[in-house]
């Protein structure tokens, strides 16, 4: 089934240490997109790529890193987690500008 | 600043008619997206409008006022699984989704 796929679903992290959320998209999308859901906050934007070998800096950059190899991965790494990191994160994708966001299912990170 | 606004909750009766209002501010405007989020899962496309005007698919409407910066989702016969958040997102003018903070919609029997 085409979609996009994130792993892991669930994490409960130590405060320091460094963690990889994955996300891969077989709908050949150039665009894709890390947000993070807080509890009454709207979706805020991690990083962003526009196209494969891109990246771009979203709202709320500081402590996460992206990198777009491919068009199908874009990875989401927290070097050193901190508490304030605890979030569901959601990785996006869509094909130009102006289409529709399809989102993964989710990634709930808990930073102890 | 650029911002979003939606009531934070709703209630609604089975079976009646529902209308979640967005106000928005932002530097500029590609469009207005509308999506519908079940508690733990990703939120889920319902509409966009890019004109001024209703747009009606099925049970669910979105209207939209470029001029008042405002736009509403209509929700009809409701049902049990209407129950959600719902998303109201406008793209600005880099592109770029800015959220609202959502809606959580309670229907009741």
């Known amino acids: 089934i085409a979609g996009i796929t994130q792993a892991p679903t669930s994490q409960i992290l130590a405060a320091g240490r460094r963690m990889t959320l994955r996300c891969t998209q077989d709908m050949r999308h150039n665009a894709m997109y890390w947000y993070r859901q807080d509890l009454g906050l709207g979706l805020r934007l991690i990083h962003y790529s526009n196209t494969a070998g891109t990246t771009g800096k979203g709202e709320v950059p500081d402590g996460y890193s992206v990198s777009r190899a491919n068009t199908d991965d874009f990875p989401l790494t927290l070097a050193s987690a901190v508490p304030s990191q605890t979030s569901v994160y959601f990785c996006?994708?869509?094909?130009?500008?102006?289409?529709?966001?399809?989102f993964g299912e989710g990634s709930r990170l808990t930073v102890l | 600043g650029q911002n979003i606004d939606q009531p934070t909750e709703m209630t609604a009766t089975e079976g009646a008619i529902v209308q979640i209002n967005c106000t928005y501010q932002?530097?500029?405007?590609?469009?207005l997206f509308w999506y519908q989020q079940h508690a733990g899962e990703a939120p889920t496309f319902l509409s966009y409008n890019v004109l001024d005007g209703l747009e009606e698919k099925g049970r669910f409407s979105s209207f939209l006022s470029r001029s008042k910066g405002y736009s509403y989702l209509l929700l009809k016969e409701l049902q049990m699984k209407d129950s959600a958040s719902y998303l109201c997102a406008v793209m600005d003018s880099n592109y770029q989704l800015i959220w609202g903070a959502g809606t959580k919609l309670i229907i009741k029997p």
């Open positions: 996006a994708s869509r094909q130009g500008n102006t289409g529709e966001l399809f």
């Open positions: 932002t530097s500029g405007f590609n469009g």
